[in-house]
């Protein structure tokens, strides 16, 4: 009898937890179409990154995934789509988390909140920035750039992705450093910075190296250092900005995976799972390491303290250097 009774019991354990085991697989499972939203220009760093790994993602999750371009306000257009989204973790956020960052800063009447809207899945990389110039600017070097706006005080054309927007403010800050003042000229994203100085709109650029590594390689854009303390593989015949003893030297373009926040947590932790996934495999790391990036893998908890504190950061620099978005 006491055995009978013990069998039941394992028997009724078992069932419990084959009908457990549904409801734990579809609470990760996705059930429509993956939107990854980058609110920026195509081909810039952030839609490079949408591009590679968005195959990958609808590979491991079964479902399409489509990468749109929502572009305007320095990324916040982009952002404030994903930010009121369904809550259902379907839609995603590709884009340099600076943004992020930086917005509450400048944006007194933002129409969404960073922190509470979104919800981070993960860092995906960092790439440090590229210094460049047009062809035809009679500089080849980062002290001789100096020089020639020392010389055009507020006239030299000095390409950004938006007013605001990171390396906007790493422009002003190395402004200041130098104490020279550039004519700063915003674009809708880096790609078309890239395109605006490329062309001899403006006539010097700092941008992400993922997006710009290659216009130097190609003799587009004459390259004079790359921020951070380590060379870029593909443009190693640049010195990095702790060579020069240029500060800051950690400037760059932080690239960040998020979605509505909201969302279920079961698909915010399996997106988390897939993502480092494919961060790891070796095509697609050396593909972001090619292009002169860092691989960023962790949990999501990094990327929100990586937003908690550089918010923080911007705040002192925008409120010293008098930043403002007219």
Known sequence: MHYCRLLCALAGFVGLAVGLAPATVSAQTFTKPLRIIVPFAPGGTSDILARLIGPKLQEAVGQPVVVENKTGAGGNIGADFVAKADKDGHTLLLIDVSTLAISPNLLPNMTYNPTKDLA????????????????????????????HAKANPGKVPF???????????????????????????????????????????????????????????????????????????????????????????????????????????????????????????????????DLGGELKVGPAAALAKWIETNTANYAAIIKEAGIKVQ
Request: proline fraction near 6%; aromatic fraction near 6%; glycine fraction near 12%.
């Open 120 to 147: 981070p899945i993960g860092l995906i990389s960092f790439a440090p920035y590229v210094l460049a110039v047009h062809p035809s600017v009679p500089v080849k070097t980062v002290a001789e750039l100096v020089a």
């Open 159 to 289: 390409g950004n992705g938006g007013i605001g927007v990171a390396n906007h403010i790493s422009a002003v800050q190395l402004e200041r450093t130098w104490g020279v003042t550039f004519k700063h000229v915003p674009y809708r994203g880096g790609a078309d910075a890239i395109k605006g100085t490329v062309s001899g709109e403006s006539q010097v650029l700092l941008n992400g190296a993922q997006a710009t590594a290659s216009f130097v390689s190609q003799g587009q854009l004459k390259g004079l250092a790359v921020s951070g303390d380590r060379r870029v593989e593909s443009i190693k015949e640049l010195p990095t900005f702790k060579e020069l003893n240029v500060t800051p030297t950690d400037v760059g373009s932080w690239q960040g995976l998020l979605t509505t926040g909201g969302s279920p947590a079961p698909l915010q932790e399996r997106l988390n799972t897939e993502l480092n996934k494919i961060l790891a495999m070796p095509d697609i790391a050396k593909r972001i390491q």
